[in-house]
């Protein structure tokens, strides 16, 4: 029997230091998000930011917190009742970190029957920290606990014509009744190591290029590309609203630590644009498909502060595509097809 399992980043239990410690624990000493040997990422995690950082981020998480719970979860538990509404096999949801666990989403579809398992990051574009690490967890799982189960995975679809028509729509949408200047897209960063790292042909990726030479140059390598799959996604949303250059721009946000991270930054361009007259602007956040605390509490709150602050006039944060019923027909449309094949 087939199932599916969507698979979101995850959230902490609840807004307590101790629940925040305990959930950034876990996602940062994974390889594929703080990427450095274990016993200097043990020293990094352990010995430094989790003395720290808990107490920053659990103040964060109470600005964006809801009576149900997490945002990013309560709209991923949307979509996936959703879904499930539409879809005859079952589909259950799990978090990489934190609650409901992969396993236990796993758990869920084996005692319903299922034995062929569609995976569904919900992630636009492929990232190591993200992707990459959803599948190898996965798998691992399969190894130990599940090995009668088979798995197919659906792989980034930043370029999928039906999800950038409910993504450009999305913002239309939300824009049809306000004024606006610009618009930014803000993507998630990541380390600039990461994505050399992701370089299947070992020489093709060169993050810090601004000029997207290498992004805009054909090559095997975009399959996990993350920079790449980010620029492709601002330019065929652009595409399909028919915006000008001057019209949008695309950052990113969220660095953490000393490292370089993929550049220009969403802080600083917020800023600089309010202090060179744009008054409207608007933000869209497509490396997310659920709204969560890098979208509410960092744009929406942060970033809306910053521009007003600069000299700006509105803000507006655009919503994620959360359990937007086009959304949901298309993820309903993947699936069918697969379980149809
Ligand atoms: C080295 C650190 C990090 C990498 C690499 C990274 C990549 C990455 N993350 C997301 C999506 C989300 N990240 C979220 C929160 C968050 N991310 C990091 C660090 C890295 N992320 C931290 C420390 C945190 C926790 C919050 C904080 O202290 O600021 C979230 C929100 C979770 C929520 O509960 O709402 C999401 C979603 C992507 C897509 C990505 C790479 C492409
Ligand atoms: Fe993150
Ligand atoms: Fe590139």
């Known amino acids: 029997m087939k199932g599916v399992l969507l698979v979101n980043l995850g959230s902490p239990d609840s807004t307590s230091t101790k629940d925040v410690k305990k959930y950034l624990g876990e996602f940062l000493m994974d390889e594929r998000v703080i990427d450095v040997p274990y016993f200097l990422r043990w020293i990094l995690v352990k010995g430094i930011i989790l003395n720290f950082r808990p107490k920053k981020s659990a103040k964060a998480y109470k600005k964006i917190w809801w009576d149900e719970g997490s945002p990013l979860i309560v709209l991923s538990e949307r979509l996936q009742e959703k879904i499930q509404h539409k879809e005859d096999i079952p589909v259950a949801l799990a978090m990489r970190y ?49 090995p009668e189960m088979r798995f197919t995975d659906i792989p980034a679809f930043y370029h999928k014509e039906e999800y950038i028509k409910v993504l450009a729509n999305s913002i239309k949408d939300y824009l049809a009744d306000k004024e606006w200047d610009k618009i930014m897209f803000s993507y998630h960063g990541v380390p600039e190591r990461h994505i050399r790292k992701s370089d299947v042909t070992k020489s093709h990726c060169n993050p810090s290029d601004q000029n997207f030479i290498c992004c805009k140059t054909k090559s095997e390598a975009h399959q996990f590309c993350y920079k790449h799959q980010c620029y492709e996604t601002t330019r065929q949303v652009v595409e399909y609203l028919d915006l000008k250059p001057e019209q949008y721009f695309t950052t990113f946000q969220s660095r953490l630590g000393n490292d370089p991270w993929l550049q220009p930054y969403t802080d600083k361009t917020i800023e600089k644009f309010a202090e060179n007259g744009v008054e409207n602007l608007a933000v869209v956040t497509p490396a997310f498909v659920s709204d969560c605390l890098e979208t509410l509490e960092e744009i929406a709150m942060e970033g809306g502060e910053e521009f007003v602050e600069a000299g700006g006039k509105n803000f507006y944060a655009i919503p994620c595509l959360n359990d937007n019923n086009d959304w949901v027909d298309v993820m309903v449309s993947w699936i069918d097809e697969w379980k149809n094949n």
Request: glycine share 6%; net charge negative.
């Open 98 to 146: 934190g609650n409901p666990s992969i396993k236990s989403g796993l758990q869920e579809l084996k005692d319903k029957g299922v034995t062929d398992v569609l995976i569904v990051p919900l992630y636009p574009q492929f990232a190591m920290a993200t992707t990459e690490t959803i599948l190898v967890l996965a798998e691992e799982l399969r190894q130990k606990h599940f």
